[in-house]
């Protein structure tokens, strides 16, 4: 006998029980809601044998690895489904939109209406069929085996660089497949959602991580989707489409040439976006807004140097200096203040002192205190000049609540985030969430002195301020940017790596320090130098320009 630990009581079980029986003989749960459970801090499947004494926690679907299982499970079915029903049409999954993954075929296909209900169908059939997701862990030489039969050349790219003699496949019925993490134990777990005709292909849509049984109307992403869609096919015409042609790269040493030419890319972009602003006499008022660790700050420097060329001189305002005073903040349902909502700045004060800029008129600009919770004013006077235009960053600016009192025709709104378009394979894509908690971890370790740990603790939060305050307004943008650099994985690797490895499974952020471990260990590492001093990726790994 062994014992578990479950919600500070503790049980005696037969060595060998798996969780899930654990779970249906002892536990009073809704077993449909859990995808996984965690073993010391570490997400193990359903199916687990519990061989010694253990703590155990159960994972369910709000939480962000539930969710993540529950969506690697539905992505299999579906491709399941596909190879089944259209068994010539390869299916690629590429890039999350809100709530849902845009999947599209390798090969340009017309998706029908008529494909899309009996797909549905199919997957709905395998749903009910309960079909079991088994992990078989395989000498490298049989796994190869089986993706040449089922012609999965991605997989066995994949392959070429594992330094390990053994791989994972999971098979489900008579298809296999591999999927970065731990899966369901079975299909009958992924009950809902739905397919949708997009565009040149199909949305695979799922539940919110609050409400696990409602399947939410999409919300439009045509800007977003554009501009996935403008990087994927560069990266595609480049060769550097998934992890195996990027390591491809580096193997023959053309790692200066992929830099140069991703670095080129973010620079026609954004003298683009420079143009565009200059082009337009009356947008004087640039507002900046994006989700954590974009670049933001590199970004509006290096569009500041774009519109000097077009002769504009930019002139930045920090929302933070518009915070109301510390005891008018408002609060959240924990009872903290809530600095991220927009009624936490003083709209009114902003919207007054941008319209007398506008106006021609001097204002003296206010400077928030942080250790006193007030506003000051310490003689901070702004004149706008003819070539001067107001660049302004913040988590509000693409709301129009921000900046109610001017002119739409006065605003260029610009969304930025590190969007990104390389794939670990044609099935497991590469979320752009994690990119970007990739960076944070170091830029808060390197230039804040936090732990992985500290940064890995505070991203929920981050991610519930963005999708609340940021993404939905996205849309609003009148040009996106995408800081992502194909390479960047290889290159941060070497740097957040070692800051991973120290986080111990004592620890709840264990098996998230783990997952991004392993998910690095897919790159080959690259080194830094050649990368430019004003590169966006500098921001984080040091040696920049702006940063001196």
Not at 53 to 79: A, E, H, K
Not at 293 to 319: C, D, E, H, W, Y
Not at 435 to 451: E, M, N, P, Q, V
Not at 453 to 466: D, F, H, L, Y
């Amino acid at each position: 006998m062994v014992s578990v630990k479950y919600d500070n009581l503790t049980y005696d079980v037969e060595e060998g029980t798996k969780v899930i029986d654990f779970m249906r003989q002892q536990l009073n749960v809704n077993e449909d809601e859990i995808m996984a459970c965690l073993v010391s801090n570490e997400v193990k499947s359903l199916d687990y044998k519990i061989d010694r004494d253990i703590t155990l926690g159960l994972v369910d679907y709000s939480s962000s690895n539930g969710s993540r299982i529950y969506v690697r499970g539905l992505t299999f079915i579906m491709l399941k489904a596909f190879e089944e029903v259209y068994p010539n049409i390869k299916i690629l999954v590429d890039y999350v939109l809100g709530h849902s993954i845009y999947c599209e075929p390798a090969i340009k296909t017309e998706i029908t209406e008529d494909m899309i209900e009996k797909v549905t169908e199919r997957m709905k059939e395998i749903v009910e069929e309960d079909l079991p997701f088994v992990k078989l862990v395989l000498p490298l030489d049989e796994a190869r085996k089986i993706y040449e039969k089922s012609h999965r050349q991605d997989k066995i790219d994949l392959m070429e660089n594992r330094m390990k003699s053994y791989v994972s496949v999971y098979s489900c019925g008579n298809t296999y497949n591999y999927f970065n993490g731990v899966m369901p134990i079975s299909t009958k777990y992924m009950k809902y959602f739905e397919l949708e005709k997009y565009e040149n292909g199909i949305l695979l849509v799922y539940p919110r991580r609050y409400s696990p049984t409602k399947i939410v109307e999409v919300r439009e992403t045509k800007k977003l989707y554009s501009t996935f869609q403008e990087y994927d096919k560069i990266h595609r015409v480049l060769g550097v489409s998934n992890v195996s042609e990027l390591n491809n790269w580096i193997k023959k040493g053309n790692v200066g040439e992929l830099i140069r030419i991703s670095e080129a890319l973010h620079e026609k972009k954004i003298a683009q976006i420079a143009d565009q602003i200059a082009e337009n006499p009356t947008k004087k008022i640039v507002l900046i807004a994006g989700p954590s660790s974009s670049g933001k700050t590199t970004f509006a420097q290096r569009l500041g140097i774009q519109l000097r060329v077009n002769g504009l001189r930019a002139v930045t305002i920090s929302m933070d200096n518009y915070f109301v005073n510390r005891e008018d903040t408002p609060r959240d349902e924990n009872g903290n203040y809530n600095f991220e909502c927009i009624e936490a700045i003083d709209t009114k004060l902003f919207n007054d002192q941008l319209n007398s800029l506008l106006n021609g008129e001097e204002v003296d600009l206010p400077l928030f205190d942080f250790e006193t919770g007030t506003r000051k004013y310490v003689g901070n006077k702004e004149k706008l000049e003819d070539d001067e235009i107001i660049v302004i960053e913040g988590i509000h600016g693409l709301n129009e609540n921000l900046t109610k009192e001017i002119p739409r025709s006065n605003k260029f709104k610009i969304y930025i985030s590190a969007l990104t378009t390389l794939n670990i394979d044609d099935c497991n894509r590469i979320s752009t969430s994690d990119s970007r908690l990739i960076r944070r971890i170091l830029r808060d370790y390197k230039y804040r002195g936090h732990s992985a740990i500290a940064s890995i603790k505070m991203w929920p939060s981050v991610r519930n301020g963005e999708e609340k305050y940021i993404f939905p307004y996205q849309e609003e943008a009148d040009v996106m940017f995408n800081s992502s650099l194909v390479y960047e994985q290889a290159v941060l690797k070497s740097y957040v790596e070692p800051i991973l490895a120290v986080v111990n499974n004592n620890n709840p952020e264990y098996a998230e320090a783990k997952r991004l471990y392993e998910f690095l260990g897919y790159f080959l590492p690259m080194e830094s130098e050649e990368i430019p001093i004003n590169s966006i990726i500098r921001e984080f790994i040091g040696g920049g320009c702006f940063y001196r």
